[in-house]
């Protein structure tokens, strides 16, 4: 049904060649340093978990140990755990996640980039590919983006690839300490017969 991971996926845009490939732990220096230096551009939208306070990486005590837990949830086929590349250089993430087939054949999708990277069509150009990618190639049916009311960078995402807003879900996930109010936004394979990569090039060619 779905080809195995590893999976890379790559795209041309006015921005550089963006690159969606599995994170690894030859990453682990220049992940952290990314991190490092974007930490209070991210940190105020990161899942913590309730208790304990851990972030990123949960209770997983070394990169090694968080890229091998990834990647044995991607050989499982629950989730697709990828590095984001501008031009050959690491800029940021993009997780397809809660992977279900049977009835439900649905996904959510989670990223995070560089401040420096940010607002250059890099993560609307991943966040389409890995649409495609579970559309066509895994046969999903639903995919959806969950996003904090006051992430203004990362609603402008869904909002240039056209997503629906489904609403609010109430205390929906754990952040920095809290349980917050999160928008869902959502597609079904049926509003981009065509793909969204391709809606998304020709919304943005159009601008």
């Not at 031009?87 to 397809?96: E, H, S, Y």
Request: glycine fraction near 10%; hydrophobic fraction near 40%; include cysteine.
């Amino acid at each position: 049904m779905a080809k195995p991971w590893p999976v890379t996926l790559r795209e041309d845009t006015p921005s550089g060649v963006v690159v969606l490939r599995p994170l690894r732990r030859k990453d682990s220096s220049t992940w952290m340093r990314l991190r490092s230096e974007n930490a209070a551009w991210l940190e105020p939208w990161e899942a913590t978990s309730p208790g304990t306070g851990h972030g990123q990486q949960g209770t997983v005590a070394t990169f090694g140990e968080y890229v091998r837990a990834l990647s044995a949830q991607a050989r499982a086929g629950t989730t697709l755990p990828f590095a984001v590349e501008l031009d050959g250089a690491l800029v940021g993430q993009l997780t397809v996640a809660s992977i279900t087939y049977g009835s439900l054949c649905s996904a959510s999708i989670g990223y995070w980039i560089g401040r420096e990277a940010a607002g250059r069509g890099v993560i609307p150009t991943g966040v389409a590919m890995a649409v495609d990618y579970c559309f066509f190639v895994l046969g999903l049916h639903r995919m959806e983006v969950n996003i904090r009311p006051e992430n203004g960078p990362s609603l402008r995402v869904v909002e240039k690839l056209g997503l629906r807003d489904e609403g609010l879900r109430e205390r929906f996930l754990h952040i920095q300490g809290a349980w917050r109010d999160h928008r869902t936004f959502a597609i079904t394979s049926e509003e981009v017969p065509g793909g969204l990569l391709a809606r998304w090039q020709a919304t943005r060619d159009a601008i």
